[in-house]
């Protein structure tokens, strides 16, 4: 008697013998107690006490929702750069328009050089400008 409390206290809690056994007919039974002929024990590991098991699954939920956290926190900051910037490019794109239509309905253009001096453009220079303010609302405002 003192050899099976000894036994029970050495064993892990939770830890059965299981035994497998086939047996006339062919068919495979499992058991915690042997039957009388020839039966197989297996080895069948104990699982972690409830609360070692809970405290680890909290863990690994709780590293999964903080990486959730991450990375919705790291697209909301994706898209407000991105708003940023085409808000940016939309300010661009306005005044190149508003520089575009201005260039167009004035009878003539005016520029000023380093010196300050007044410089009426005309010809190829007066092309070439309104060629570049053109280019300018092209660029900035005809990519999507």
Same mark, same amino acid.
């Given at each position: 008697?003192? !050899? ?9 809690? &939770? ?14 039974? =499992? ?5 009388? &002929?020839? !039966? %197989?024990?297996?080895? *069948? ?9 809970? &405290?680890?699954?909290? %863990? ?7 990486? =959730? ?20 490019? %939309? ?11 201005? =260039?167009?309905? !004035?009878?003539? *253009? *005016? ?11 005309? &010809? %190829?220079?007066?092309? !070439?400008?309104?060629?570049?303010? *053109? ?10």
């Amino acid at each position: 008697m003192a !050899a099976l409390a000894l036994t029970a206290l050495l064993l892990p809690a &939770g830890a059965a013998d299981i035994y497998r056994w086939v047996d006339e007919s062919g068919q495979v039974h =499992f058991g915690d107690r042997p039957p009388t &002929g020839d !039966a %197989e024990r297996l080895a *069948v590991p104990s699982s972690p006490p409830p609360a070692a098991a809970a &405290g680890a699954r909290h %863990e690994r939920t709780r590293r999964l929702l903080d990486a =959730f956290a991450a990375e919705r926190a790291e697209r909301r900051e994706e898209r407000a750069e991105a708003a940023a910037r085409k808000a940016a490019r %939309e300010q661009r794109c306005a005044q190149a328009r508003r520089d575009r239509a201005s =260039f167009e309905n !004035a009878s003539r *253009v *005016v520029r000023y050089d380093d010196a300050g001096n007044r410089i009426v453009l005309d &010809g %190829e220079a007066y092309e !070439a400008a309104h060629r570049r303010v *053109v280019e300018s609302v092209e660029q900035l405002c005809d990519r999507s």
